[in-house]
């Protein structure tokens, strides 16, 4: 499986930003998809993922109610709305993929498949 991220950029806080992930491989609705997140100087954290099966989701606390994922499986594309972005939003965001997990599975443990991530900078 192959990714590709796309949307990010510099905003304003108080504005909002959509990122989005191209995948290319076989049977994109047997994978759960999602997006994680890496700030300078910190560790690698999920933000949002979705399930494989019905499309459960996750999202971090720190971004429910702001963030929204979504999958276009017609298009093998996955997306995440960001709104209400805030300065601790800044990171590098990483589409990620993996079979046949739930979305809380894979905001647990580290996805198989990683795409080039895509800067998030978020200014006062």
């Known amino acids: 499986v192959q990714l590709q991220a796309s949307g990010g950029g510099l905003v304003q806080a108080g504005g909002s930003l959509k990122l989005s992930c191209a995948t290319s491989?076989?049977?994109?609705?047997?994978?759960?998809m999602g997006w994680f997140r890496q700030a300078p100087g910190k560790e690698r954290e999920p933000v949002a993922t979705?399930?494989?099966?019905?499309?459960?989701?996750y999202y971090a606390d720190s971004v429910r109610g702001r963030f929204t994922i979504s999958a276009d499986d017609a298009k093998n594309t996955v997306s995440l709305q960001m709104n209400s972005l805030k300065l601790e939003d800044t990171a590098d965001y990483y589409c990620?993929?993996?079979?046949?997990?739930?979305?809380?599975?894979?905001?647990?443990?580290?996805?198989?498949?990683w795409g080039h991530g895509t800067l998030v900078t978020v200014s006062s």
């Open positions: 979705l399930g494989w099966n019905g499309r459960s989701t």
């Open positions: 990620v993929a993996d079979r046949a997990l739930s979305a809380q599975n894979m905001a647990l443990g580290i996805p198989r498949y």
């Open positions: 491989g076989r049977n994109f609705a047997d994978y759960a």
